[in-house]
């Protein structure tokens, strides 16, 4: 018989890839305002950066934590790497614009 499925694992595995893709709609909303110039656009991106990069710490403290399931390689890779190296290439690359 399966465990029942508890909120730690939904909220380690489901809920983030719900925000990353609310945050990639988020960015593509930002780069298709027409700003005055690209000064404000960079501090949004740069906020939204910040913020997925503090997101990313929360889902690595939510995967650790949870019994439910233990994450592989490729949890990890998918949930806490690739999305965090996301949001520190759209945060560096807010100080070029």
Do not use: E, N
């Not at 906020?47 to 503090?54: Q, Y």
């Not at 390689?73 to 945060?91: I, K």
Request: charged fraction near 10%.
């Amino acid at each position: 018989m399966r465990k029942p499925v508890t909120g730690d694992a939904i909220s380690a595995f489901g809920t983030p890839t719900v925000v990353h893709l609310t945050s990639v709609l988020l960015v593509s909303t930002i780069m298709s305002v027409p700003w005055p110039s690209l000064f404000p656009m960079s501090i949004a991106l740069a906020m939204c950066g910040l913020g997925g990069l503090g997101y990313g710490a929360i889902v690595i403290r939510r995967a650790r934590r949870q019994t439910y399931y233990k994450p592989d390689w490729a949890d990890w890779l998918w949930y806490t790497l690739l999305p965090c190296s996301v949001y520190v290439t759209l945060t560096t690359t807010t100080l070029f614009l």
